[in-house]
């Protein structure tokens, strides 16, 4: 079972920190990733992390702005997000890859197995 928590409404330009906490399964083993789902769009890759974490992905959008971390210890992914925007705004899921052990970029929400229920960000103009 996986845990978003964080979310809430922050002016643009503005910093906010998404969690999710990780039950039932052996966490750092998985590789772990961040999606959103803005209001009536499809869901989007947003940030990976490798289950070592010796690798991280971004997408474009959000590069050099979020940074995604693990905390092993705490079974924890965090996401940090600076100089939000209006276009930041969504449904922010956390996901374990399907697969234990597999390192490598993964962009698509195929590659996971185990969903958390979202937390909304909302970033006011």
């Known amino acids: 079972q996986l845990q978003a928590s964080g979310g809430g409404l922050v002016q643009a330009g503005g910093s906010l920190s998404v969690s999710c906490a990780a039950s039932g399964l052996p966490f750092s083993t998985y590789g772990m990733g961040w999606f959103r789902q803005p209001l009536g769009k499809e869901r989007e890759f947003v940030a990976a992390?490798?289950?070592?974490?010796?690798?991280?992905y971004y997408a474009d959008s959000v590069k050099g702005r979020f940074t995604i971390s693990r905390d092993n210890a705490k079974n924890t992914v965090y996401l940090q997000m600076n100089s939000l925007k209006p276009d930041d705004t969504a449904v922010y899921y956390c996901?374990?890859?399907?697969?234990?052990?597999?390192?490598?970029?993964?962009?698509?929400?195929?590659?996971?197995?185990?969903w958390g229920q979202g937390t909304q960000v909302t970033v006011s103009s």
């Open positions: 996901a374990a890859d399907k697969y234990k052990y597999r390192g490598g970029d993964r962009r698509s929400p195929g590659d996971y197995g185990y």
């Open positions: 992390i490798t289950w070592r974490a010796d690798n991280t």
